[in-house]
């Protein structure tokens, strides 16, 4: 079993940047692939990007340039850098890391982005 603790959202403005943090309750060497999932006003779960454990990534269209997801292992910790952020960025981000043969899910971090 894993526990994912989501951390960084908040308020900011346009253009501004925020880091979001997910810190895994075991060693992330052992879960393959991790990844930061949102969820809009109104709208339905998407996928923001994913990581593997070999360090292979992939973003939506709508955050390629601006977001950049990493690892880091000695925090069992999986990091979202968000730039650049826009309005439509708004949402509660969950972490979501899949371990042997389950998925599970962090309780979210609400990310606002407004002047």
């Known amino acids: 079993q894993v526990q994912l603790v989501e951390s960084g959202g908040g308020l900011v403005q346009p253009g501004g940047s925020l880091r979001l943090s997910c810190v895994a309750s075991?060693?992330?060497?052992?879960?393959?692939?991790m990844g930061w999932f949102r969820q809009g006003p109104g709208k339905e779960r998407e996928l923001v990007a994913i990581?593997?454990?070999?360090?292979?990534?992939n973003y939506a269209d709508s955050v390629k340039g601006r977001f950049t997801i990493s690892r880091d292992y000695a925090k069992n910790t999986m990091n979202l850098q968000m730039n650049s952020l826009k309005a439509e960025d708004t949402g509660v981000y969950y972490c979501?890391?899949?371990?042997?043969?389950?998925?599970?899910w962090g309780q979210g971090t609400q990310v606002t982005v407004s002047s």
């Open positions: 979501k890391a899949h371990y042997q043969l389950y998925a599970y």
């Open positions: 075991r060693n992330i060497f052992s879960i393959n692939t």
């Open positions: 990581i593997t454990s070999g360090g292979n990534t």
